[in-house]
């Protein structure tokens, strides 16, 4: 549960502000009045450390929950040393001027190889394509501070501010332009709506939770099985086109089979159960998604 009393004066920071999980986050810490700077590439072009410093000493802020990233993982497969300077670099000089505050690092489900599904947070990591080795290099660096929080997610989705940043909203603009999906019925994560994500987040935020956490939904389905369910959700606005498909016939960067992850400890710690994205869907029905 949220922590009523955690109220702090300065503004949290939020990272990757325009994105998906970020907006979510912010709209989340405006929803309890809480003060909170959103932070995008107009505000601070966080490869730049001049202006982080800059930014950092002006607002003297009370934490950072940092999402900002490169995540395509064919970019960060082509652009390695872009990749390299955002997903880590940057991550590392915010971990150390943040030193004596809280840090969130939002990592990924994919620092695993796959090989096994249902990771726990003590598991260890076996990155297969680079925008995970990035993340998973941050990781270990995050952890080195008592005070700071790695968080692994899984596939996010709602409504961004760009309308491209949700796996759902990249599924249903592909249904609107007419375009045939391949969707694996071997890929298997666990989908979440990223206002679950940001809610959960600012819990652990409140409780001064350190270490490594999962927040995912609370069921594993495979690429496939989310297609259906967005088939189903949309229906009778759009015509979905898809096919189903392996991992055998995916010729990018290499994707592991199963990065499932064992959500049990954050549901205790949090006291509370994390819903699978069909229940979630079935019980939001007005809900954009």
């Given at each position: 549960?949220?922590?009523?009393s955690?109220?702090?004066q300065?503004?949290?920071?939020v990272?990757g502000?325009?994105?998906l999980?970020?907006?979510?986050?912010?709209?989340?810490?405006?929803?309890?009045?809480?003060?909170?700077?959103?932070?995008?590439?107009?505000?601070?072009?966080?490869?730049?450390?001049d202006?982080?410093v800059e930014?950092f000493?002006e607002?003297?802020p009370?934490?950072i929950?940092?999402?900002?990233?490169i995540?395509?993982?064919?970019q960060?497969?082509?652009?390695?040393?872009?990749?390299r300077?955002?997903?880590?670099?940057?991550t590392?000089f915010?971990?150390?001027?943040?030193?004596?505050i809280?840090?969130?690092?939002?990592s990924?489900?994919?620092?695993f190889?796959?090989?096994?599904?249902?990771?726990?947070?003590?598991?260890?990591?076996?990155?297969?394509?680079?925008?995970?080795?990035?993340?998973?290099?941050?990781?270990q660096?995050?952890?080195?501070?008592p005070?700071?929080?790695?968080?692994?997610?899984?596939?996010?989705g709602?409504?961004?501010?760009?309308g491209?940043?949700?796996?759902?909203?990249?599924?249903?603009?592909?249904w609107?332009?007419?375009?045939?999906?391949t969707l694996?019925?071997?890929?298997?994560?666990n989908?979440?709506?990223?206002?679950?994500?940001?809610?959960l987040?600012?819990q652990?935020?409140?409780?001064?939770?350190?270490?490594?956490?999962?927040?995912?939904?609370?069921?594993?389905?495979?690429?496939w099985?989310?297609?259906?369910?967005?088939?189903?959700?949309?229906?009778?606005?759009?015509?979905?086109?898809?096919?189903?498909?392996t991992?055998?016939?995916?010729n990018?960067?290499?994707?592991p089979?199963?990065t499932?992850?064992?959500?049990t400890?954050?549901?205790e710690?949090?006291n509370?159960?994390i819903p699978g994205l069909?229940?979630?869907l079935?019980?939001?029905?007005?809900?954009?998604f």
């Amino acid at each position: 549960m949220f922590n009523e009393s955690f109220k702090p004066q300065k503004p949290i920071w939020v990272t990757g502000a325009a994105g998906l999980i970020g907006h979510a986050l912010v709209e989340a810490l405006q929803r309890r009045k809480l003060p909170v700077y959103p932070v995008t590439r107009q505000e601070i072009d966080l490869t730049r450390c001049d202006q982080i410093v800059e930014q950092f000493t002006e607002h003297s802020p009370s934490a950072i929950i940092h999402c900002a990233a490169i995540s395509d993982t064919t970019q960060c497969q082509q652009n390695q040393n872009l990749a390299r300077k955002v997903n880590l670099f940057a991550t590392r000089f915010l971990c150390d001027i943040a030193s004596d505050i809280p840090l969130i690092f939002f990592s990924t489900d994919l620092v695993f190889d796959g090989q096994k599904g249902n990771y726990s947070p003590e598991d260890p990591v076996n990155p297969l394509n680079f925008y995970a080795e990035t993340k998973a290099e941050a990781e270990q660096y995050i952890l080195l501070n008592p005070l700071h929080t790695v968080i692994r997610t899984s596939l996010n989705g709602g409504i961004s501010p760009k309308g491209n940043r949700g796996f759902n909203e990249q599924i249903r603009q592909a249904w609107v332009q007419g375009k045939e999906l391949t969707l694996f019925t071997d890929e298997f994560r666990n989908p979440i709506p990223a206002s679950i994500t940001a809610e959960l987040t600012l819990q652990i935020l409140s409780n001064q939770l350190t270490g490594i956490a999962h927040i995912a939904g609370g069921s594993k389905l495979s690429r496939w099985q989310i297609g259906e369910l967005l088939a189903r959700r949309w229906g009778n606005e759009i015509t979905p086109r898809m096919k189903s498909g392996t991992l055998k016939e995916y010729n990018g960067p290499k994707r592991p089979a199963d990065t499932s992850l064992d959500i049990t400890q954050t549901e205790e710690l949090l006291n509370e159960k994390i819903p699978g994205l069909e229940q979630w869907l079935l019980a939001n029905p007005e809900v954009p998604f």
